[in-house]
């Protein structure tokens, strides 16, 4: 059997290195350790929402569904399909997680709502509702901010796609 550890370049993973007791190459040790100069023509900003702000519309949207008496999952992510937090009500449906994730997912990726895409998911041929991780049910809003989506918020578990959409969106709305 074979064991394999993977160590991200960067500061403390000489530490963690040491830590775990394994010998890094001189050469490895100095490149880790060297700071490379990186040109600003490089790099890219992305914007993201902040930590206090992927709370207040996860609770927003929560606190929502929980006024009418529903019991959801709540997951907003961030423009890379990271989920940076995901709710569950108690007594939501297991199905809800992933229902509510994937809506987020789709409201990210194409900066709409999945209400207003699932018209186009239809068909008998090949359309958007292929793309794997995708659900074109309403419950899901995208945070657009100058235009361009950098955030999603999911909502699955209400009777309707129209309820869950009206969670997700009360949520985007605690962002304003």
């Not at 900003?45 to 009418?68: G, P, Y």
């Not at 809506?103 to 794997?132: C, N």
Request: neutral net charge; without cysteine.
């Amino acid at each position: 059997m074979s064991r394999r550890l993977a160590l991200t370049v960067g500061a403390g993973a000489l530490t963690a290195a040491g830590a775990l007791g394994i010998a890094l190459p001189a050469t490895t040790a100095a490149a880790v350790t060297a700071t490379p100069a990186v040109s600003v023509r490089s790099t890219v900003e992305v914007r993201t929402l902040t930590d206090d702000a992927v709370m207040r519309a996860a609770q927003a949207a929560l606190a929502a569904a929980t006024k009418d008496g529903q019991k959801v999952s709540v997951v907003v992510m961030d423009r890379s399909g990271v989920v940076r937090i995901a709710l569950h009500s108690t007594g939501a449906g297991p199905q809800t997680d992933e229902s509510a994730e994937q809506k987020a997912f789709t409201a990210v990726s194409f900066g709409q709502a999945t209400s207003a895409l699932a018209a186009r998911a239809g068909g008998d041929g090949p359309s958007i509702r292929d793309i794997p991780g995708t659900l074109f049910l309403g419950g899901g809003v995208p945070v657009v901010v100058d235009g361009a989506p950098i955030a999603g918020i999911g909502v699955g578990g209400a009777p309707s796609g129209d309820l869950d959409e009206k969670y997700a969106a009360a949520g985007a709305a605690a962002l304003r």
